[in-house]
C-alpha cells in the first residue's frame, strides 16, 4: 500500500511515494486435508444397483502471524481441527436399455476462504468499500438429495428429469453494511439454516437421421442442440440479531431460475466445429442487507457466446471466438421504499466483448 505524500518539507515542490502498509495487512495461513474413501458395489438384481461410500476427511488450518484490529496487539492462531464424514449412496433402477430411475444421496462441505476467516480488512477498489473477516465464521454443510429419470432415446442423445432437495446447515453469506454517511463494509457470516430445492431439465438432441434428407435437410445433419433449465425454491431461516433484515427469504447466490441452450455444429469432413451457448440466471441476491440496509439484487442479463474452428489438413487448426456478443450491461440495484418499488442501482458496467483468435500447427 502507497500514499502520495504533499505535505513533507522535503517534498514542497513535487511528489513522493511513502509505504502505508500496516501490521495489520498480512498473515500467514496453513491448510492441511488428509482424506480417504471407501466405497462398495452392490448388484441387488440385473436391474436394481447400489453404490454407496464414505469419505473420511481430517481439515486442518492455521492462520496466525496478524495483529488484531488494536495496531501492533499481538494475537492468537485461529485454529480449526475437523474430522468429517461425507456419506453417498446412488441407487439404480434400469427400467430397460433406454430408461433408467435413480435416487442419490450425498453430503458435502462449503469451507470458508481464507480471507474470510482472517480478521482481516481489505480496500475492494472494485466494490468501493471495505472487506473484513471474521475469525469464528464456520463451515458449511450441505445434504444433498436426488431423483432422476433418464431415457435415452437414441446414441449420443438424452432427456432427463431431476427433483433435487438440499438441506444447508451454517451457510455462509456476505452482508452489505452501512459504516455511515456513503461508506459501506461487506462481511462474511453463518446464517443458522436454509434450503433449496427444484427441477431440472436436460436435453441433448442431434440431427443425423436427416443425412437422407433433401439438399436443405441435410444441412442440419451435422448440428446438435443441448438444452439445461433449472426452477429453483430456495429459503433461508435465521434470527441473527444484528444482521437480520427478514428473519426468512432467499438464499443469497440461488437465482429461482437457469437457462442454458447451446447449438453445435461438427463436421468432421470439412473440418467445421462450431459453438454457439446461450446463458441466463434470474434475479438473485448478491449481497445481504441488513435492517438499515436493503438488500443488494444481481439482475438478469443475456450472455451469448461463439466459438469457430476450422481445420486445414492433419496439421494446421484456426480457431477464433467471442465472449460475450450481447454486451448487455451488469446491473446490481436495492429497493427502496415503504413497498420497495424504488429501484436503484449501486453498481452498473458493461463488461465489454472478448475477442480471440489462435492458430495451432500439430505436429
Do not use: C
Not at 28 to 49: C, E, R, S
Not at 62 to 69: H, K, L, P, T, V
Not at 236 to 242: D, E, F, G, H, P
Not at 310 to 327: M, Q
Request: charged content about 20%.
Amino acid at each position: 500500500n502507497f500514499y502520495l505524500d504533499q505535505t513533507t518539507p522535503y517534498n514542497q515542490h513535487g511528489l513522493s511515494y511513502r509505504d502505508a502498509t500496516r501490521a495489520k495487512d498480512s498473515y500467514n495461513a496453513t491448510d492441511n486435508l488428509q482424506a480417504g474413501y471407501v466405497g462398495v458395489n452392490i448388484p441387488f438384481t440385473p436391474k436394481i444397483n447400489l453404490y454407496g461410500g464414505v469419505r473420511v476427511e481430517h481439515w486442518n488450518r492455521e492462520i496466525d502471524n496478524f495483529y488484531e484490529i488494536v495496531e501492533g496487539a499481538e494475537s492468537q492462531a485461529i485454529v480449526r481441527d475437523t474430522t468429517d464424514f461425507f456419506l453417498s449412496a446412488n441407487l439404480s433402477y434400469n427400467i430397460n436399455e433406454k430408461n433408467l430411475l435413480r435416487l442419490s444421496y450425498g453430503k458435502t462441505t462449503n469451507r470458508p476462504e481464507f480471507r474470510e476467516m482472517a480478521p482481516f480488512d481489505y480496500q475492494d477498489f472494485e466494490l468501493f468499500a471495505i472487506v473484513y473477516g471474521k475469525s469464528d465464521l464456520k463451515a458449511a454443510y450441505i445434504q444433498n438429495y436426488d431423483i432422476r429419470y433418464e431415457f435415452y432415446p437414441r446414441p449420443g442423445e438424452m432427456i432427463t428429469l431431476a427433483g433435487f432437495y438440499k438441506d444447508f446447515t451454517d451457510p455462509i453469506e456476505t452482508f452489505l453494511n452501512n459504516g455511515g454517511g456513503t461508506s459501506y463494509s461487506y462481511n462474511p457470516e453463518n446464517t443458522e439454516s436454509a434450503y433449496s430445492a427444484g427441477i431440472e431439465l436436460d436435453i441433448r438432441k442431434r440431427f443425423d437421421m436427416l443425412a437422407d434428407a433433401g439438399s436443405f435437410g441435410r444441412f442440419f445433419k451435422d448440428f446438435t442442440v443441448v438444452f439445461n433449465t433449472s426452477l429453483i425454491k430456495s429459503e433461508i431461516n435465521t434470527s441473527l440479531q444484528t444482521y437480520t433484515r427478514d428473519t426468512v427469504r432467499v438464499m443469497s447466490g440461488q437465482s429461482p431460475y437457469i437457462v442454458n441452450l447451446g447449438l453445435f455444429y461438427n463436421n468432421a469432413g470439412k473440418g467445421w466445429d462450431v459453438n454457439l451457448n446461450y446463458n441466463i440466471v434470474g434475479k438473485r441476491i448478491a449481497y445481504v442487507g441488513t435492517p438499515t440496509n436493503p438488500h443488494t439484487w444481481e439482475l438478469p442479463r443475456n450472455a451469448l457466446d461463439l466459438t469457430v474452428q476450422k481445420r486445414f489438413g492433419e496439421h494446421f487448426i484456426l480457431k477464433a471466438g467471442v465472449n460475450d456478443i450481447l454486451n448487455q450491461p451488469v446491473k446490481f440495484a436495492q429497493y427502496h421504499g415503504v413497498n420497495e418499488d424504488i429501484e436503484v442501482f449501486t453498481r452498473k458496467y458493461v463488461p465489454n466483448r472478448q475477442f480471440s483468435a489462435s492458430i495451432t500447427w500439430i505436429l
